[in-house]
């Protein structure tokens, strides 16, 4: 299982290539390539977006 440190790196990468990305797919890669569980996904993102790296709309994520 992947890290936060290791998650929020693949979050932030993923939206780096391309933004916006969906919700479900970005869950989707995390939890193929990292065994990353749902809620450790959300909480991850509840938390970048605390911190103005992300802007979470209903289903899409976008760099901020």
Do not use: H, M, W
């Not at 916006?20 to 390539?33: A, D, E």
């Amino acid at each position: 299982v992947g890290s936060d440190r290791q998650l929020r790196g693949a979050i932030l990468k993923i939206l780096t290539a391309k933004s916006p990305q969906s919700l479900l797919s970005l869950t989707k890669v995390l939890k193929s390539t990292y065994r990353a569980d749902k809620t450790k996904v959300d909480s991850i993102l509840q938390r970048l977006e605390k911190e103005n790296f992300i802007t979470l709309q209903k289903t899409q994520i976008t760099l901020s």
